[in-house]
């Protein structure tokens, strides 16, 4: 189960966790197309290797391993998929 960056990122979109995962499966990155339109970053659930990497580095505790995702934030699941057409 892919790792979900949920509500908290939206207006925040700190990088941290796209320095800290060894896949490279976290967009858009800074210097990417989107990235100024985003509200929010995105974990691609293909490309992540569940390692959970990403999670202690997020300074506003928005990353879940998809079976630990809080309900009320349930839809973030199918939102990351669908950043990446998934």
């Known amino acids: 189960m892919a790792y979900v960056i949920a ?10 966790c ?7 499966c976290i967009h858009p990155k800074k ?3 989107g990235y ?6 995105f ?3 293909v490309e992540c290797i569940d390692c959970g ?10 990353i879940y391993a998809g079976d630990d995702l809080p309900e009320k934030w349930a839809d973030f ?6 950043h990446f057409g998934r």
């Open 18 to 24: 796209v320095d800290a995962c060894p896949v490279d």
């Open 77 to 82: 699941q199918v939102k990351n998929a669908a």
């Open 53 to 62: 990497a990403c999670v202690p580095v997020c300074p506003v505790s928005a």
């Open 7 to 16: 509500e908290p990122c939206i207006g925040t979109k700190d990088s941290a």
């Open 31 to 33: 210097d990417e197309a």
């Open 43 to 45: 974990i691609d659930p």
């Open 36 to 41: 100024g339109e985003s509200d929010q970053l």
